[in-house]
């Protein structure tokens, strides 16, 4: 009579993982395991056996990895920092498509591009509010930037002050460069009197949405704050949040209705086809 096998877990890897690929994985689901929570004041709620565990990995290679735990952590920490700032770009496109192909019409008159670059800022930037208060990952970004200083190794704290800088220039130049876009799109430029940059605008848009997410941390109706205006020369009232009103007042203060801008049946054919590729939906 054969006899039934006890599964026993020894055969649930096919091969054995290299040592980059060990690191690679155990990083992965550290990171993963840190997103799912937030980040704490330490990292005490994250156990390394558990990580290994987690990853599916060999327990001794990871040993022969990080000897120490604390060289783990160390690592950690600079995966963190160095991880791209995280994004919220497909829910930006796709409001973005809907409110410009709901309003083609308002590329017609000055007061009506006005109206539709308000109506982008008012909507994009209460989703962006959104995304990032119930997001675990930018949490642990915030907290990041707040407490790597106080890293007792000067070493590591230089390194992950070098990763988060990389990782802030990098965020800061994308959304400097869809600004860019937009403004030219809806012929708008850069306050001459200014001598300024988009990466500028960027950089205070995302310090203005930083700052009212940790204040809204501890005081929830910051979040919920509403105003029924027609604010910064629009023709009708809307409703307003507040993180809506702070990057409205930062964006007029940086941009302006360009004069070179010419309006021409060839250019408004042009924003045409512009807003077809963006609002077609991609297979």
């Known amino acids: 009579m054969a006899r039934a096998s006890t599964p026993t877990g020894l ?3 096919s091969r054995r993982l290299s040592d980059q690929e060990t690191r690679d994985r155990m990083l992965r689901t550290a990171l993963e395991m840190i997103n799912r929570t937030g980040l704490t004041v330490s990292l005490d709620h994250i156990r390394f056996e558990d990580v290994i565990r ?3 990995v ?3 290679t990871a040993y022969r990895h990080w000897p120490y735990r604390d060289l783990f952590f160390s ?3 600079k995966e963190l920092a160095g991880a791209a700032v995280p994004g919220i770009v497909n829910d930006e496109i796709s409001l973005i ?3 410009l192909d709901e309003h083609r019409d308002w590329l017609k008159t000055p007061q009506l591009r006005h109206e539709l670059i308000l109506e982008l800022i008012r909507q994009l930037a209460l989703l962006d509010f959104r995304s990032v208060l119930a997001s675990p990952g930018w949490r642990t970004y915030l907290a990041l930037h707040a407490t790597f200083t106080g890293l007792a190794d000067g070493e ?3 390194q992950v002050q070098a990763a988060l800088g990389q990782a802030e220039a990098a965020h800061a130049a994308r959304v400097a460069e869809a600004w860019r876009l937009i403004a030219g799109l ?3 430029r850069l306050r001459p009197e200014l001598a300024t940059s988009f990466t500028a605008l960027a950089t205070l848009l ?3 949405l930083r700052g009212l997410v940790i204040t809204a941390l501890s005081t929830p109706e910051v979040a919920a704050s509403r105003t029924v205006a027609a604010p910064f020369g629009a023709a009708g009232e809307r409703e307003w949040s507040l993180p809506a009103i702070g990057a409205a007042s930062l964006a007029l203060a940086f941009l302006e209705p360009d004069p070179a801008a010419t309006w021409d049946d060839r250019r408004l054919a042009e924003i045409h086809q512009v807003l077809d590729d963006w609002v077609t939906p991609q297979p």
Do not use: K
Request: proline share 0%; glycine share 12%.
């Open 58 to 60: 060999s327990r001794s």
């Open 186 to 188: 809806f012929g708008y």
């Open 11 to 13: 055969g649930r890897r």
């Open 97 to 99: 498509r809907r409110i």
């Open 156 to 158: 590591l704290r230089d």
């Open 75 to 77: 690592d950690l920490v």
């Open 54 to 56: 987690d990853a599916d």
């Open 206 to 208: 995302g310090a203005s």
